[in-house]
């Protein structure tokens, strides 16, 4: 299987995305794998700002994205790629690595039940403040305390290896066998530069191409058929996701609300979607969430060890972000109770999800 005839297709979905837009974009034009056997498709819900007019000078494919989502824009994608492999890219996810699509398509040669590659994980931007690498390692404090799984750079490969079972081992990657594990880890093939074969997707789980809430949710499919999965190595993404407290604690919140009002297929793309993918052991552990937070001690005590571990006293902020995770799940499960059913919303704060 010669590159001369394979395409990969990178997958981004904007709105409003000049900010962080042409850096991604750069890093994409950086890589070394051949220009011509790569698509590059904007599913755009709509922006307002330079982010089209960015799109012209790097040779992409717009597609409108009626529906604002990024999970939809994602599905959109997903349907309209033409390549062999696909690799979601979020408009704020820096390739760090120029040989990264060379490197993920080339462990597809060598290892031939492997149908998913995905990167080492996420750096923080110079200058950026400690909250965004919170949300690299974690996502959030509810994450956090479910999968306990980092996808910070520094320890997403080596906690990896010692929660699963590694088969094999080079200079460039490594593959993991899943089979049979009861707590799966949180993997994302739609975002991070993760790259995976589409048409394999496409044979074995047609289903996907009907429902797009099943797109955060491709790598537990895969699982249920291929149990390998490889980690590149040196290969992280740098996520300029939240440069500010309040931007953070905002995506705390609609993560919170579209989870429990089950708005749309965001509200399926987050653990409400993966419940049905995941062991008992993660529908039982979400109700000790709560008491993990409010008895204070054993939240204080996972704040003060990620200072240590991490050599920083902004870990601190683990506490404190939990309580009010934990607080907004109650007032939200509470509302639900009453019959009370908000606006949610995506990208754009005027725009609601239908």
Not at 96 to 102: A, D, G, H, K, T
Not at 208 to 221: A, C, D, E, G, V
């Amino acid at each position: 299987m010669s590159s001369e005839k394979i395409l990969i297709s990178i997958i981004i979905a904007t709105f409003n995305s000049e900010k962080t837009l042409s850096m991604v974009l750069e890093s994409i034009k950086s890589q070394t794998f051949p220009k011509k056997n790569l698509e590059l498709l904007i599913l755009d819900g709509g922006s307002k700002d330079k982010t089209l007019s960015i799109t012209k000078n790097y040779k992409c494919r717009v597609i409108n994205n009626p529906k604002t989502e990024p999970v939809y824009a994602k599905f959109l994608g997903y349907l309209k790629a033409k390549g062999r492999y696909i690799v979601y890219l979020d408009h704020d996810e820096v390739i760090e690595n120029p040989q990264s699509l060379e490197l993920k398509y080339s462990i597809f040669l060598k290892e031939k039940n492997v149908k998913a590659v995905i990167g080492s994980g996420y750096k923080n931007p110079v200058g950026y403040p400690i909250i965004n690498n919170y949300i690299n390692e974690f996502g959030d404090p509810f994450s956090a305390f479910i999968y306990n799984l980092s996808k910070d750079s520094k320890y997403f490969l080596k906690h990896m290896s010692q929660k699963y079972k590694l088969v094999k081992q080079t200079k460039e990657y490594s593959v993991f066998d899943l089979n049979g594990i009861k707590q799966m880890p949180i993997i994302e093939l739609c975002a991070a530069g993760s790259m995976f074969d589409a048409n394999y997707m496409k044979k074995n789980f047609p289903q996907t191409l009907k429902n797009p809430s099943l797109i955060p949710h491709f790598f537990y499919l895969m699982n249920s058929k291929l149990s390998l999965i490889a980690i590149t190595k040196n290969d992280a993404l740098i996520h300029y996701s939240s440069d500010t407290l309040d931007k953070y604690l905002n995506k705390i919140r609609w993560r919170i609300k579209n989870n429990i009002y089950h708005a749309s297929d965001m509200g399926k793309s987050g653990f409400t979607g993966r419940e049905k993918y995941s062991n008992k052991i993660y529908q039982y552990k979400k109700f000790l969430f709560l008491p993990y937070v409010y008895t204070i001690l054993f939240c204080f005590l996972d704040s003060i060890k990620l200072s240590i571990t991490r050599k920083n006293i902004y870990y601190l902020i683990h506490l404190p972000l939990s309580l009010f995770s934990a607080n907004q799940i109650v007032y939200h499960s509470i509302s639900k109770l009453l019959g009370h059913r908000p606006q949610l919303k995506s990208y754009d704060e005027k725009k609601v999800l239908v």
